[in-house]
Nanobody, 115 residues
Framework: QVQLVESGGGLVQPGGSLRLSCAVS????????MGWYRQAPGKQRELVAA???????TYTDSVKGRFTISRDNARNTVYLQMSSLKPEDTAVYFC?????????WGQGTQVTVSS
């Protein structure tokens, strides 16, 4: 059974940093992309960062230069390093894996940026 478990969220002051982790357990056949999404209260879920297999990493404009997505294949873990955080980054962050068999999601981790 495939599971995606996010961790690393929390409360941080504006300008601070957090690193989110997404541990992937189970075997997923035919992965073609991994990424992070977020959903703020009252808003639609949006793509934050995408890492296509063998492709170019992309970021939503609002996080470019501040967030970095990376992957550790040995640990089956995807990371989202977030720096210079702003109150508007407050949201539940979700890990996503897309494969030829479908999409997989984690349960989400709350990130709150507030003084």
């Amino acid at each position: 059974q495939v599971q995606l478990v996010e961790s690393g969220g929390g409360l941080v002051q504006p300008g601070g940093s957090l690193r989110l982790s997404c541990a992937v357990s189970g075997s997923i056949f035919g992965i073609y992309a991994m990424g992070w999404y977020r959903q703020a209260p009252g808003k639609q879920r949006e793509l934050v960062a995408a890492m296509p297999s063998g492709g170019t990493i992309t970021y939503t404009d609002s996080v470019k230069g501040r967030f970095t997505i990376s992957r550790d294949n040995a640990r089956n873990t995807v990371y989202l390093q977030m720096s210079s955080l702003k109150p508007e980054d407050t949201a539940v962050y979700f890990c996503n894996v897309n494969s030829v068999l479908g999409a997989y999601w984690g349960q989400g981790t709350q990130v709150t940026v507030s003084s």
